[in-house]
């Protein structure tokens, strides 16, 4: 009988010390394994911004541009994708210039030069323009003090600002007695020119014309960290109008519209 005792109380106290050495394992509930695919999913994109790559939810860029036929301002809204492409929205107000333009100094009567026109110039042209496309890097930094390379393609819709370009004159005779005026009927009426009536003159004359828009360009984003966008963007533009845009006197009106330009772009990461 002693002996039984004594081999179930080995076996019961040998069970024990197998049990603590060897405790039964529990399943990870659906919480902790979503908290440890989280975990390595940005430890990978840690890694990732380690080489170079641009990890990013949503960007947010303000751009200034310089184009062969004006210039202009940009607002770009932008939302990740994939690792190498965003959705990109943009935002434009630009001012379109005709290459004939010649702007002269008029003289007053002491013969000093202190206003100046564009002569001949019939009408300013603005657009607004709103596009969406796709940014897709196609160079990586190398590491956060390089460059990334990226191509942009966007398209959309354009409301083309046909507004009339005002010219303060008067009557020779009669200098007490100043207008505005436009090219041609400035020439025609033997008015003299004072100076240009500037920028918020003609608007209650202002003619819309619809119109659309398509863009290729190159991205160089040199930004230190990938949080900040400091980038040159170099491309073309391609814009057509339900109607013929005039200009300049003795210049044929024009839909189709190209032309090449740069931007400086400067933003922010999330």
Do not use: C
Request: hydrophobic residues 40%; glycine residues 12%; without cysteine.
């Amino acid at each position: 009988m002693k002996k039984i005792v004594l081999l179930l109380l080995t076996g019961t106290i040998s069970y024990a010390a197998l049990a603590q050495v060897n405790p039964k394992q529990k399943s990870p509930t659906a919480k902790e394994e979503k908290r440890n695919a989280r975990r390595e999913h940005i430890n990978q994109l840690i890694k990732l911004e380690e080489e170079g790559e641009i990890i990013f939810a949503k960007q947010s860029i303000f751009g200034f541009k310089l184009a062969t036929d004006g210039y202009g301002i940009s607002y770009e809204f932008g939302r990740f994708q994939s690792q190498r492409t965003a959705l990109i929205y943009q935002f434009e107000l630009n001012e379109k210039k005709s290459r004939t333009e010649k702007r002269v100094g008029i003289a007053n009567g002491g013969g000093f030069s202190t206003n100046s026109v564009v002569f001949g110039k019939t009408h300013n042209f603005y657009q607004l323009k709103f596009g969406v496309g796709q940014q897709r890097i196609i160079g990586g930094k190398g590491n956060k003090n390089g460059v990334a390379v990226m191509a942009i393609y966007a398209g959309g819709v354009s409301a083309g600002l046909e507004k009339p370009y005002m010219v303060n004159v008067f009557v020779p005779g009669d200098e007490d007695h100043r207008f505005k005026s436009t090219y041609p009927m400035i020439l025609d009426s033997g008015y003299h020119e004072i100076g240009a009536a500037g920028p918020f003159a003609g608007w209650k004359d202002v003619k819309v014309r619809p119109g659309a828009h398509a863009k290729l360009a190159l991205r160089f984003d040199w930004g230190r960290f990938n949080e900040t966008v400091s980038a040159i963007e170099a491309g073309i533009n391609a814009e057509f109008y339900s109607s013929k845009i005039a200009q300049v006197m003795g210049v044929a009106p024009k839909q189709f519209f190209f032309n090449a330009y740069v931007s400086l772009l400067l933003g922010r990461r999330k």
